[in-house]
């Protein structure tokens, strides 16, 4: 099983501020990996596909970089409705796993 | 629009079963691999299990292997997880989520909550 290591476990930042994610595999996932936002009571959003890719929809202060073991999500300047917690998941192969989560709070 | 609505939730005696079942609508359902994710309170994602568009071919998280099954009717629009001999860990809301063209989870239902206690 590929364990996806999320780093920090809480951000906290102020709107406006950068807000710099990382995702670690513990072996290599090639770009097969994915960005979910989820708010308070909600479902998970996908955000980010094939490690770089925004989905439809997702504004551009949203990017993803990486490739192999290592992965970041970038929010360029947080937006109030951009506090929430943020997965990573792969799907490199079976069973697909996601990372523990990065909780991005209003400081 | 795409929609998933999940249903069947609720509080169930260790041990014992129950069938969750997510309605879809909005998109050709046959042609979509579906998948059940989980979230235990207060926790992270995990997955559950996956399957094929065709129902030809499934696969599970290994914490739900031999216990859960994974099942579909493209006839009526529907997924469904049967859960059997449900334990306490396996307290969480359930998700069903459609396997994108891309591979990736592209679209959630709500969620249904199973709570396991004696």
Redesign the interface.
């Known amino acids: ?1 590929i364990v996806l290591t999320q780093s920090p476990a809480t951000l906290s930042l102020s709107p406006g501020e950068r807000a710099t994610l990382s995702c670690r595999a513990s072996e290599s996932v090639s770009n ?1 990996l ?1 960005w ?1 936002q ?1 708010k308070p009571g909600q ?4 955000l980010i ?2 490690a770089s ?1 925004r ?1 439809t929809g997702v504004p551009a202060r949203f990017r993803g970089s990486g490739s192999g073991t290592d992965f970041t999500l970038t929010i360029s300047s947080l937006e109030p409705e951009d506090f929430a917690v943020y ?1 990573c ?1 792969h ?1 490199s192969n ?8 990065t909780k991005v709070e209003i400081k | 629009q795409v929609q998933l609505v999940e249903s069947g939730g609720g509080v169930v005696q260790p041990g014992r079963s129950l069938t969750l079942s997510c309605a879809a609508s909005g998109f050709t359902f046959r042609s979509f691999g579906m998948h059940w994710v989980r979230q235990a309170p207060g926790k992270g994602l995990e997955w559950v299990a996956m399957i094929w568009p065709d129902g030809s071919n499934k696969n599970y998280g290994d914490s739900v292997k031999g216990r859960f099954t994974i099942s579909r009717d493209n006839s009526k629009n529907m997924l469904y997880l049967q859960l059997n001999s449900l334990r306490v860990e396996d307290t969480a809301v359930y998700y069903c989520a459609r396997e994108g063209y891309e591979g990736w989870f592209d679209t959630w239902g709500q969620g249904t909550p199973v709570t396991v206690s004696s």
Not at chain 1, 43 to 46: G, K, Q, S
Not at chain 1, 94 to 101: A, H, K, N, V
């Open positions: 099983e097969l994915a979910y989820q479902a998970p959003r996908l596909n094939d890719k989905d997965y998941q799907r079976w069973p697909l796993t996601f990372g523990g989560g």
